[in-house]
């Protein structure tokens, strides 16, 4: 092989080789592979304090928790972050931050009784009545409010079904780095293998909030749902619903965002609170009984906002690694396809589970591939060198072009090392 050609060859082969051994890893990801940091991957309460800093409540019983701002993405504090726990209706926020953008709040949907069938034992219900028409923002109200299983229900079959559902929510979590959540049921019924975390709540809770419909929903404190026929009257009645979050309307600058209870579950919270400009998120997860989950979050809250200049982070929330979602995609006059909106959520490739963060399939097929264009670009130069010299001995290049010609090949393995780069960007 010239040697001009085995440069670039080698070049690019050593590129490959330090990605395959050494890539540096993916933002808020550590090479132990906790997204989000070191720290976050502890089993222990992680808490970096400052000079007056106050101290953590002493009476946090909940098996995993975490405390984030919510704009700057910091863990101000955390226990058992990424341990996996069934998440109950929390898993709701995901299942909204999905499915909320594709449908436009005033479409009205007529219930079938195949739409209920499947709603598990012992649900939470709104009341959705089949043969009956729902607007969009009626069943989303009664999703935050209520935890409605059955709204859930009804919005994922206009989704596409309970399984697309399922598909997608799944892939959004992995736009997220949500690396922790496994989604078997989009309303978040105790089913067997679906889990999640408190690091990933948190994430589902941020997402959420950017969505101005969602946050509308999540800080409802009441509203009027639609009832039945009156038998009388043949009109349409109503009754009041009411947000079954405990804190909204008694902490101090809650937002919202969605609590949850199961037998297997047990009780899980993830609250936003906004005071002094500054947003706190909170998730607390399996407290020792149902009703401290409101009393551990409203405290860790507390010492948030107390802390939140006097502590050093201990791990960060990641960014959504999705594409941008299609413009007028926000829940309001959206009439964007099930499949635009999906597509949105599954643009990168799947995340790899482990604690090996390793290289996707199309990234290796990247490097490859760069290495073999190197090459190729390099043969052909050289192809035509020699080609060039066999018709004409004076093109020999002289000492003065040696090292223009350096520079080409050079810039070829740049380019090879560039595409290798780029690469990087389709990790997990």
Not at 81 to 109: N, Y
Not at 147 to 164: E, I, K, R, T
Request: proline content about 5%.
């Amino acid at each position: 092989m010239p040697q001009h050609v085995s440069r670039v060859a080698a070049a690019a082969a050593v590129s490959t080789l330090m990605l395959a051994v050494g890539a540096p890893t993916a933002p808020g990801q550590d090479a132990a592979g906790a997204v989000g940091g070191e720290r976050l991957g502890q089993s222990t309460v992680q808490v970096a304090p400052l000079a007056g800093a106050p101290a953590l409540p002493t009476t946090l019983t909940g098996r995993s928790w975490l405390v984030a701002d919510a704009d700057t993405g910091e863990v101000l504090a955390a226990h058992n972050a990424h341990l996996q726990l069934p998440p109950a209706s929390t898993l709701k926020m995901l299942f909204a931050d999905t499915v909320l953008p594709k449908f436009d709040r005033m479409t009205e949907h007529k219930v079938t009784t195949a739409e209920l069938a499947n709603v598990g034992a012992g649900s939470s219900l709104v009341g959705v009545k089949e043969d009956l028409p729902y607007r969009v923002e009626d069943l989303w109200r009664g999703v935050f409010l209520s935890s409605g299983n059955d709204a859930v229900h009804v919005l994922a079959h206009m989704n596409g079904g309970l399984q697309q559902t399922v598909a997608e929510m799944q892939a959004r979590a992995q736009a997220l780095q949500a690396r922790d959540t496994k989604v078997v049921s989009p309303d978040g019924y105790d089913m067997d293998g679906q889990v999640s975390s408190a690091y990933d709540l948190t994430l589902f809770a941020r997402a959420g909030l950017r969505n101005a419909d969602f946050r509308s929903y999540c800080s409802t404190r009441t509203a009027h749902f639609p009832g039945g026929l009156d038998k009388l009257t043949g009109q349409r009645t109503s009754f009041d619903i009411a947000n079954t979050d405990r804190l909204l309307g008694k902490y101090q600058g809650l937002i919202g965002v969605k609590n949850g209870y199961t037998t297997n579950a047990g009780a899980t919270f993830t609250g936003a609170a906004q005071r002094g400009g500054r947003t706190l998120l909170v998730t607390v997860m399996h407290p020792d009984t149902q009703t401290r989950v409101y009393d551990e979050a409203s405290a860790l809250l507390d010492w948030g906002f107390a802390a939140a200049d006097k502590v050093q982070p201990v791990g960060q929330l990641v960014e959504d690694t999705a594409a941008a979602r299609p413009a007028g995609l926000t829940g309001r006059g959206s009439t964007a396809s099930a499949a635009t909106a999906a597509t949105a959520g599954q643009a990168r490739p799947q995340a790899v589970r482990g604690t090996d963060p390793g290289l996707a399939p199309a990234a290796w097929t990247a490097i490859a591939l760069g290495a073999v264009l190197a090459l190729w670009a390099a043969g052909r130069t050289a192809a035509r060198r020699h080609a060039a010299v066999a018709d004409d001995p004076a093109a020999l290049p002289d000492p003065g072009a040696t090292a223009l010609g350096g520079q080409r090949h050079r810039g070829l393995a740049r380019r090879a090392r560039a595409l290798v780069r780029h690469a990087l960007d389709f990790r997990p």
